[in-house]
């Protein structure tokens, strides 16, 4: 059985039946990034109970399978839009931030690249500086993914005071993962069941760039969407000849290293 830990992924949508299944496939721990449930909220509150149920509910349905939950608090870029809205629910999260499993503040960034959007996520850059907190963003799809992660990364330059190691963009694809590496942050591969990034595309990027800094996730949610998406992408790895050592590194060790950065994380390979 490959160990592995799933660093994207919503559990709040997803059955108990899941969690057996994914820990039965070896996943010894789930990152859970606070994101759109699918609706928007009509309050302030919504969030409150949210945020209650990201740091109470899902890391007790986790620990019945023996694995550990943790998470990432912020208003996500969609909702993000109501600029005064997104600053009430802003509002909430110190209150939350030094929770047990909250590791950083995410995922932020950029949906339909409107400037409502870029302010509420540097605000929350300026958050995440004030908490000393790790960062993870989340990139927009299809026609919109390039421009607006290149406006991430042009709002992440005029930050020297945020370090690259402790920033994630996550749902990276061939045109945008040499971007974000070479920038010096940290990349995600995210693997959608019909449409995006797949298996074999992943595997392709990782033949080309190679295992630095990056890690892979399955941002499983309330949508067409797999949770054990990455032991898919465990067997296409395999199946190309990366050795097992190269795979748990991409699934187990990479994830740790970089949300080990927070004390609060509890290195799962060596126990
Ligand atoms: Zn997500």
């Known amino acids: 059985m490959m160990a592995f830990i799933e660093p994207h992924i919503h559990m709040v949508c997803r059955t108990t039946d899941e969690y057996r299944a994914m820990a039965q496939a070896g996943c010894l721990a789930v990152g859970e990034p606070a994101f759109w449930a699918g609706y928007d909220r009509s309050s302030a509150d919504g969030f409150r109970d949210y945020f209650v149920q990201l740091t109470e509910c899902e890391p007790a349905r986790a620990a019945k399978f023996g694995m550990d939950h943790y998470t990432w ?12 809205f997104a600053r009430d629910v802003m509002k909430l999260i110190p209150e939350f931030i030094d929770r047990p499993n909250v590791l950083g503040i995410g995922e932020i960034g950029l949906n339909r690249n409107t400037s409502h959007e870029m302010t509420i996520f540097e605000e929350h850059l300026d ?9 993870l963003i989340h990139t927009p799809h299809l026609e919109d993914k390039l421009k607006g992660t290149v406006m991430i990364l042009s709002a992440l330059k005029n930050r020297p005071d945020l370090d690259p190691c402790r920033v994630l963009v996550d749902h990276c694809e061939e045109h945008t993962f040499p971007l ?4 010096g942050y940290w990349a995600g591969l995210t693997l959608y069941p019909t449409s995006k990034l797949n298996p074999k595309r992943a595997g392709d990027i990782l033949e080309l760039y190679g295992m630095d800094r990056v890690w892979a996730n399955s941002a499983a949610d ?3 969407s797999d949770p054990l998406a990455l032991t898919a992408l465990a067997c296409e790895l395999r199946r190309r000849g990366f050795s097992r050592q190269e795979t748990e590194r991409l699934l187990l060790e990479n994830p740790e290293t970089f949300m080990g950065q927070s004390p609060k994380f509890r290195k799962v390979s060596s126990r």
């Open 222 to 224: 309330w949508g067409d």
């Open 180 to 183: 974000v590496k070479e920038a």
């Open 127 to 135: 958050l995440a500086v004030r908490l000393n907190q790790l960062v």
């Open 73 to 84: 608090l912020c208003i996500n870029p969609k909702e993000a839009q109501d600029v005064a």
